[in-house]
């Protein structure tokens, strides 16, 4: 069964810091990977996602995740973050194994201090 | 992006009653639709896929008679807590995908049950 492992459950930093948020998935076969991110009170939302080729990916508001194959992971980056980035971001991953299920990580809470 | 609206955002009832969320796909058609469990700090648990025109797929441990789902149409999916109890209390979400781009599901804003 795909199981998705985020590490962080907290992350507290100041504007204009560099976020990184680790993400790693078990599961041997093709995957699909997804970073949504749920602002306060607002639904999720999709910041970048990625099926094949280039394994580093660009998503909105300036993120970015590398999808690094031998490591299982697809850590989530920033160089810069902002206040309006305090937010919950989730890592998810499908497979067709799964019957294209997405199952998600256990989350972390961004908090960016002005 | 596609928009999926969930109805109500939030809602509070008693304890023995029925309460229906509904998850509609605004602009697109979803064969398929997601229902989800967040407690607290705690991540998005799966609890069934809905699919529309046959019955839903439950996740193991989730009671298909006390949430019944319905997929009645390629725009619209429903989640009826039956008997609510207060350890049902939690914000549901669902999610629909566009049967002809089934990725990304897009999510709706969730649903927040308080059962008193």
């Known amino acids: 069964a795909q199981s998705v492992s985020q590490h962080n459950h907290h992350v507290i930093l100041s504007e204009a810091a560099s976020l990184e948020l680790g993400c790693n998935y078990s599961y041997g076969g093709t995957v699909n990977l997804f970073w949504y991110v749920q602002y306060p009170g607002q639904h999720l939302q999709l910041l970048l996602k990625y099926f094949s080729g280039d394994p580093l990916v660009k998503g909105i508001k300036g993120f970015e995740a590398e999808f690094i194959k031998s490591k299982f992971s697809f850590n989530l980056r920033k160089p810069s973050v902002q206040w309006s980035d305090t937010a919950e971001y989730f890592c998810a991953v499908n497979t067709k194994a799964a019957g294209n299920k997405l199952t998600f990580g256990g989350g972390t809470r961004v908090l960016v201090k002005p | 992006g596609a928009v999926v609206s969930q109805h109500p955002s939030w809602v509070i009832c008693k304890s023995g009653t029925s309460v229906k969320i509904e998850c509609r796909s605004l602009?697109?058609?979803?064969?398929?639709m997601f229902w989800y469990r967040q407690f607290p700090k705690q991540s998005l648990m799966l609890m069934a896929t809905?699919?529309?025109?046959?019955?839903?797929?439950?996740e193991q441990g989730v009671e298909k008679d006390k949430f019944l789902i319905n997929h009645a149409s390629l725009t619209l999916s429903t989640l009826t807590v039956t008997s609510a109890h207060p350890e049902d209390s939690s914000f549901y979400i669902c999610?629909?995908?566009?049967?002809?781009?089934?990725?990304?599901?897009?999510f709706g804003q969730g649903t927040r049950l308080t059962v008193v």
């Open positions: 602009d697109f058609q979803a064969t398929t």
């Open positions: 809905s699919n529309e025109g046959s019955k839903a797929t439950y």
């Open positions: 999610s629909a995908r566009d049967t002809l781009a089934p990725l990304p599901a897009f």
